[in-house]
């Protein structure tokens, strides 16, 4: 298998908008993060949570790194009780992967079953691949709850430092489950 036979990445990052602090959170993470307070919300109470109401444009919304530490510590306190841990899925998960030497290329398999091309995000420089995105999963409404959960959705990301320099230019591909990223070797 070559890089030749693969396609570019050309899609944009999911942290190309800067906002206060650096990058804004993707909206799907946004949204699967609503998701997760709505399942946490039916875990423990057993009633459906209302709409979340999203701030005006008049107040000052909190910095993404504050909205993610209170998201984390909420995610956490639901998993303490096991009765409603056990029926969350876990946000946000590090996906196995397999580095390949394939003669004049480098071939990365990131095992994300769920995920689709469009949510997946690579970037590449001559001594390091990121490949990040994110898992949208089923949304549990209409009376149905999750009764065990294991199955995580939200963001994902693996880092890896790589043998040899790359061409940074990465040609990816989903299928089966497996983003391949084929990396030409300089």
Do not use: W
């Not at 944009?12 to 949204?31: C, L, N, W």
């Not at 444009?57 to 998201?71: G, N, V």
Request: with cysteine.
């Amino acid at each position: 298998m070559s890089c030749a036979s693969r396609k570019e990445d050309s899609r944009p990052s999911h942290a190309d908008a800067k906002g206060r602090g650096g990058a804004v959170m993707h909206p799907a993470t946004i949204e699967l993060m609503h998701e997760q307070v709505r399942t946490i919300y039916r875990a423990a109470t057993g009633a459906d949570l209302g709409a979340i109401q999203q701030s005006s444009p008049s107040e000052q919304a909190p910095a993404d790194s504050e909205i993610e530490r209170s998201f984390a510590e909420l995610d956490a306190l639901a998993r303490r009780n096991p009765a409603i841990g056990e029926r969350v899925p876990p946000f946000s998960f590090t996906p196995l992967v397999n580095l390949i030497d394939a003669g004049s290329d480098l071939l990365v398999e990131v095992a994300a079953p769920g995920v689709e091309e469009t949510d997946v995000h690579v970037e590449a420089t001559e001594r390091r691949l990121r490949v990040s995105g994110v898992r949208r999963g089923e949304s549990v409404s209409d009376g149905r709850v999750y009764l065990h959960a294991e199955i995580p959705r939200g963001p994902f990301s693996r880092v890896l430092e790589l043998p040899c320099a790359v061409d940074p230019q990465p040609h990816v591909d989903v299928r089966s489950g497996v983003i391949v990223v084929c990396l030409r070797k300089r």
